[in-house]
């Protein structure tokens, strides 16, 4: 060995910094800033878009009178609406639709999630072709996501009704009051589970994208493991991730001000179309809520990627890449063509 093959040791006395490659060493945080290119993206902001428009069209079909329909963002950020939907509905007709709307937005969340997390891992936009055949690949084991986590509660809240049992049998205040505390304490985990469930679904299903395994029981577990083992982690990725999508929001908002005005200019030249201009300003916003929600849906793939390194050392440069599909042979020329 010569003197260039020897490690020299480090020399502390440069300072931290002058050590660190890029401000993702310090700041692991920086790679959702790279995200915000997925905006640019047709075929992520128009899957969005026809989700969106399929949504909307869906529940204006099924609740049109019983309930006063909100806008699009609304309806995916509000529980109170899921709660007013059931109310007009039924609990049938409601669970219904809810089930369809998950099977029509978990493909879209993974087919940008997937966009957003190789953008954080540094590498560029995957190509749309390629991602529709990994999403269509899992999309059946990934419909498990949401329903492992419901089925598992109502396992509990069956074991837990088994304590009230006897409260049926001897209708004692000492009986009650005994059963009660065993059910206040066996009802913790079903909490537990279920609060859990909010963070662990979304970034399971972008897990069952990123990893090499798509496997439901797992990427689940990594959900509860960045929640319950690095919760100031999520916690601090989730607010720049809001205040991320807060702020071109407001960019977005101003595109499609100035695009309503546009509209608006437009449509009353000779005579005025009212009909026309709420028209034109319904696919204007939309468009709008298709860009930002877009934006939403590639910030959890990053985010997944940071809490999977901080809980399990993996670096984020480490995405997993499906394998190319393989390449067809060129047809053999005929002899006549060779001795031509």
């Not at 029509?104 to 999630?113: G, R």
């Not at 059946?140 to 049992?165: E, K, Q």
């Amino acid at each position: 060995m010569n003197k260039s093959e020897i490690h020299a040791g480090y020399d502390f006395e440069s300072g931290m910094f002058s050590r660190m490659r890029s401000w993702v060493d310090v700041a692991s945080w920086v790679r959702l800033t790279r995200i915000p290119r997925i905006l640019a993206s047709p075929s992520a902001v128009g899957l969005v878009l026809v989700a969106c428009v399929a949504t909307r069209t869906l529940l204006s079909f099924c609740v049109e009178g019983r309930i006063k329909l909100a806008p699009v963002w609304e309806l995916h950020s509000h529980i109170r609406l899921l709660g007013a939907l059931f109310q007009a509905t039924g609990p049938l007709l409601g669970s219904l639709l809810v089930a369809v709307m998950l099977v029509l937005w978990i493909p879209v969340i993974q087919f940008v999630c997937r966009g957003g997390a190789a953008l954080s891992a540094g590498k560029p936009l995957p190509r749309a072709a390629g991602t529709l055949r990994l999403v269509g690949s899992r999309l059946w084991r990934s419909l498990f996501v949401p329903i492992l986590p419901c089925l598992c509660s109502v396992a509990l809240m069956v074991g837990v009704f088994l304590i009230r049992v006897p409260s049926f049998v001897a209708d004692v205040p000492l009986v009650s009051g005994i059963t009660g505390w065993l059910i206040g304490i066996a009802a913790i985990p079903i909490g537990v589970l279920g609060f859990g469930a909010v963070f662990a679904v979304p970034l399971a299903l972008a897990a069952m994208v990123c990893e090499p395994t798509p496997d439901p029981i797992d990427s689940l577990s990594r959900g509860y493991e960045s929640l319950y083992r690095r919760p100031l982690s999520l916690a601090w990725y989730v607010a720049f991730s809001g205040a991320l999508v807060c702020l071109f929001g407001v960019m977005l908002g101003g595109i499609g001000l100035a695009s309503v005005v546009a509209a608006q200019l437009v449509t009353s030249v000779i005579s005025s179309d009212g009909a026309q201009l709420q028209a034109a300003a319904d696919v204007i916003t939309l468009v709008v809520v298709a860009w930002q929600t877009t934006l939403a849906f590639g910030l959890l793939g990053g985010v997944y990627l940071l809490l999977r390194s901080d809980t399990g050392g993996q670096e984020a440069e480490d995405l997993w890449e499906p394998p190319a599909p393989p390449v067809e042979p060129l047809p053999e020329l005929p002899e006549e063509a060779i001795d031509g």
